[in-house]
């Protein structure tokens, strides 16, 4: 686990969001925990993505969206609440629980599966 689920796992982010980020609203959230991603992808390019998999994850929960990223597929299920930011934490938590069962490559699989059915084609490799 890298620094970002480290801190997005942590009871004290998870309690205290608003002192980290300012508040708990989704709309503010969301842009902090993607530029705390970038930090550590610049200072560490070696380490893997800690969210690899969650937005291909929530594509196929949601029935699509992928182009909008896991912060749009979010916002357009639950928009830029406090609630949404709580549902985050709530799918993260899920997400990660699937991909201790099921593996990374499981859940690409599955959405590419899924992007077939849908699209016709799948823009995943």
């Avoid at 980020?21 to 902090?32: C, L, M, Q, S």
């Avoid at 699937?98 to 699209?119: P, T, V």
Wanted: overall charge negative; proline content about 3%.
């Amino acid at each position: 686990m890298g620094a970002l689920l480290d801190l997005l796992k942590s009871d004290e982010f998870r309690r205290h969001t608003a002192l980290f980020v300012g508040t708990y609203r989704f709309d503010v959230v969301a842009p902090w925990v993607r530029g705390f991603a970038f930090a550590v992808e610049q200072i560490c390019p070696e380490r893997p993505d800690d969210l690899a998999g969650f937005c291909e994850w929530l594509v196929v929960r949601f029935h699509g969206g992928g182009s909008l990223g896991w912060d749009g597929i979010l916002r357009r299920e639950f928009g830029d609440s406090d609630e949404t930011t709580k549902r985050f934490f709530e799918l993260l938590d899920e997400f990660l629980d699937d991909l201790g069962h099921r593996g990374l490559s499981a859940i690409l699989d599955e959405h590419k599966r899924f992007e077939i059915k849908k699209y016709g084609r799948s823009e995943t490799p």
